[in-house]
């Protein structure tokens, strides 16, 4: 799967669990979810899912918890990654 494949899935992921899209600076377009902010970044050879509670972290692109996943991943396993972590 290419990186734009990989933002799409996610995020329409995110918007179908009830997140809202928003635009943190410098961290650019982040969700947020239960008081929780999540955002997808993807680099050259995996992508991440981070997300923190503190909105001053998020918006200083300081994220506590990152999971880097694989590029040779389904579709079916992202969304049971970002549920995973969303019940978490």
């Not at 008081?35 to 506590?64: H, I, P, R």
């Amino acid at each position: 799967m290419d990186k734009a494949e990989i933002r799409t899935i996610a995020e329409n992921r995110f918007y179908e669990l009830g997140a809202e899209k928003i635009e943190l600076q410098p961290s650019g377009i982040c969700w947020t979810l239960h008081g929780e902010f999540f955002k997808v970044t993807t680099l050259q050879d995996f992508w991440v899912m981070e997300w923190t509670d503190n909105c001053s972290y998020a918006s200083n692109y300081c994220f506590e918890d990152v999971d880097p996943m694989p590029y040779d991943i389904s579709e079916e396993e992202i969304l049971e990654h970002i549920d995973k972590v969303l019940r978490r």
